[in-house]
């Protein structure tokens, strides 16, 4: 079992820098492959970024691709995401999930392959 809790949202304008944690409490962190997913109003969930369980790899959706990075720190149980050069359309709830599967060799992308979710924490970036 992994509980996330997220923090780090907030009211910013469009260019400014935020960054995102999720903390998790449990043993198995380490061990799990962790994303980021967000949901606009009225928008389905959609993939963020993905780092594997030990930080080696990382994957981005296009929209954000050279702007936002992900990075996992297992000594703390933390995964984080800097986001630079925010716009309008990255106003939503970012949530955390860790995978499903310990030490999966495949970095999912979609949200059928994480198991554990946090709450959410509100992003908004006006113009």
């Known amino acids: 079992q992994v509980l996330l809790a997220e923090s780090g949202g907030g009211l910013v304008q469009a260019g400014d820098s935020l960054r995102l944690s999720c903390t998790a409490t449990?043993?198995?962190?380490?061990?799990?492959?962790m994303g980021w997913f967000r949901q606009a109003p009225g928008k389905e969930r959609e993939f963020v970024a993905a780092?594997?369980?030990?930080?080696?790899?990382?994957y981005y959706a296009d929209s954000v691709k050279g702007r936002f990075t992900i990075s996992k720190d297992n000594a703390k149980f933390t995964v984080s995401l800097e986001m630079n050069s925010l716009k309008p359309e990255d106003t939503a709830v970012y949530s955390c999930?860790?995978?499903?599967?310990?030490?999966?060799?495949?970095?999912?992308?979609?949200?059928?392959?994480?198991?554990?979710w946090g709450r959410g924490t509100q992003v908004t970036v006006s113009s």
């Open positions: 999930a860790a995978a499903g599967r310990q030490y999966a060799t495949t970095v999912d992308r979609t949200a059928s392959g994480y198991a554990y």
């Open positions: 780092i594997s369980w030990s930080g080696g790899r990382t």
């Open positions: 449990g043993r198995t962190f380490n061990s799990y492959n």
